[in-house]
């Protein structure tokens, strides 16, 4: 019969192999990936492998081994460019069609393209794969003025490892403050400091008009007008979801590939995992679409479940880490919705907590060099919520 076929070679593809190998799954599996490495780690991209302290093979996510033990046919760089639903085939770019019984899509998110004129100049960068961050490094020398425009987590990791590397750094932000969409203005505000303490320049509430440069990029116009000389720009301005194939097979999407708590898809034996997938969150009261390892491993998990007749329901809680300079960033839960915070620990001394509550119901903790609340909060949120004590009749 047909196998089981994963299209994208992620985190999530390689958790799921890995889970369904576990459940019991003993039908053939084909991974077919579009770029030409195994499954790797995404994190130490904008982390350690930036920073020259981590080799490439360590960001393997499995050794080759595990793929032939698995009984996994892996067919890299190969990219896939149709769904055939009612075929239950999958068509490769080369228009050869690989069959399925059961279809796992994977896909991940891309970078978003910086919306200005001048973003195709070469000299900028952004950083998703391998390949994005062995062509940023071979324009990186120390005193080469690197623009950062985003700041959010990938935008504020790379300024780190770069003014490590001896870069001459400015980040620009277009909303009021860093980390606006994913931390309160305490935390933001100790981002800041963090990075203008290593001497990184910060702008925030401030937009980019156009980039400068003929064919090579040579700064950056602000909307205030300024121009900021630039060797290298990294556009750090989110991700999208790999959701055309899906689309285009007609797919339900709702802010990616839209599954149910069993990440399955709105065809019969498709289903969707990891960053590409939104699912309907009863912790949180609303369908959410997560960037995240634990996501990415958790929702393959639940897969791997559904597929072999264990089903469960996937109903996590968020957790996200981030590394900057020596400060280590935890986020347990979604703040989205808090209405009130309290802090905990010594903000001065870069140690401490926040916790997000909506009304009464803690909703997320962000910790920062403080693990150990984070493991609390993550306990904390997962229990059940308190039954309303009956009032007496
Ligand atoms: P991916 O790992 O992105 O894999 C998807 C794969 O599918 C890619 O290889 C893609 O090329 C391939 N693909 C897409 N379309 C096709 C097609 N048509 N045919 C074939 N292949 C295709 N998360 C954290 O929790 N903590 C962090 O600190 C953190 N840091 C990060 C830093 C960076 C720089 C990045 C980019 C991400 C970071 N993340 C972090 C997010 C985390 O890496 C992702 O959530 C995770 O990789 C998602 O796994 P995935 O399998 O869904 O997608």
Request: hydrophobic share 45%.
């Amino acid at each position: 019969s047909a196998p089981l076929v994963i299209v994208g070679a992620g985190q999530a593809a390689a958790q799921a192999i890995a889970s369904l190998r576990t459940e019991g799954f003993s039908g053939d599996i084909v991974l077919l990936g579009d770029e030409p490495y195994l499954p790797y780690q995404r994190p130490p991209l904008s982390k350690a492998y930036l920073g020259d302290e981590l080799s490439e093979d360590r960001l393997e996510l499995k050794a080759p081994k595990f793929y032939t033990d698995s009984a996994v046919a892996l067919r890299l760089g190969t990219r896939v460019a149709r769904l055939d639903l009612a075929g239950k085939a999958v068509e490769l770019e080369d228009g050869t069609r690989q069959p399925y019984a059961t279809l796992l899509l994977a896909t991940g998110t891309r970078a978003r393209d910086l919306p200005v004129p001048g973003a195709t100049l070469s000299g900028v960068h952004s950083i998703r794969s391998i390949d994005d961050v062995k062509r940023f490094r071979a324009e990186t020398r120390p005193g080469a003025r690197l623009v950062i425009i985003g700041g959010g987590y990938i935008g504020l990791e790379v300024a780190a490892k770069a003014n490590k590397l001896g870069l001459d750094v400015t980040l620009v932000e277009g909303q009021p403050r860093l980390l606006a969409r994913v931390a309160c203005a305490t935390i933001s505000a100790f981002a800041r400091d963090l990075q203008e303490g290593h001497g990184v320049s910060i702008l925030t509430g401030m937009g980019v008009a156009r980039l400068t440069g003929s064919d090579r990029v040579t700064g950056v116009e602000l909307t205030d007008g300024r121009h900021l000389p630039a060797d290298i720009v990294l556009s750090a301005v989110g991700a999208l979801p790999n959701a055309e194939l899906a689309a285009e097979a007609g797919l339900a999407l709702d802010n990616g590939i839209k599954v149910d708590a069993q990440a399955r898809a709105s065809a019969p034996d498709v289903y969707a995992i990891g960053d590409v997938a939104s699912f309907p969150s009863t912790l949180y009261g609303r369908r959410v679409r997560l960037e995240s390892v634990q996501n990415a491993i958790d929702q393959a998990k639940a897969a791997a479940k559904a597929i072999t007749g264990s089903a469960v329901t996937y109903d996590p809680v968020p957790w996200f880490w981030s590394d900057q300079y020596d400060v280590k960033l935890q986020i347990a839960g979604l703040l989205d919705g808090f209405t009130r915070t309290e802090c905990e620990g010594d903000v001065a001394a870069g140690r401490f907590c926040v916790r997000y509550f909506d009304r009464d119901r803690l909703i997320a903790v962000c910790s920062i060099n403080d693990p150990k609340s984070h493991m609390l909060a993550r306990r904390a949120l997962a229990a059940p919520a308190p039954q309303a004590t009956p009032s007496p009749v």
